[in-house]
């Protein structure tokens, strides 16, 4: 495959994903309402502007690498992490229909709603966060941003540190409702 073609469906696939993302941040919206108007409580707002900030660099860090250093990754890898990606999406989308109207970017509980154990959530407790952390890593690559890709990781972790803890906690309050 041609590096003009790897290149042309790495910007494809960076276009599907901000639409994704867009998706998402729809879907999320309204299940928060819809949440909220259950009475649900939110758990660690302090964080989440952070989040959103970070992942919102990343994508911009991802692009921008590319464009001011090009890509030095072979193609094979590239289009690795081009399948691993696309894989991801349809994790993640397991992870939101699973949830159903419980899903969204926020840590909200509502109480009498019992904790999800079926999907995703039957093999690991946090599968969206390992679908982010593989995302993470792999997209850059799609564009051979290997940089942006091993900061953005770290920086990740750093942050589902605190994000998983703050959910863990939060989902113990379901045993206290």
Known sequence: MSMELIDATAWMLFGATLLERL???????????????QGGV???EGHYKWMVVMHSLFLAAMTAEFLWMGSTIDVSVRMGAMAVAVLCQLLRWWVITTLGKQWNTRVIIVPGLKRVTSGPYRFLSHPNYVVVAIETFTLPLIFGSWRTALVFSILNVLMMRVRIRVENQALLSLKAI
């Open 42 to 44: 939110e758990y660690g």
């Open 23 to 37: 998706m998402e941040l729809i879907v999320s919206k309204r299940n928060a309402a819809w949440s909220f108007s």
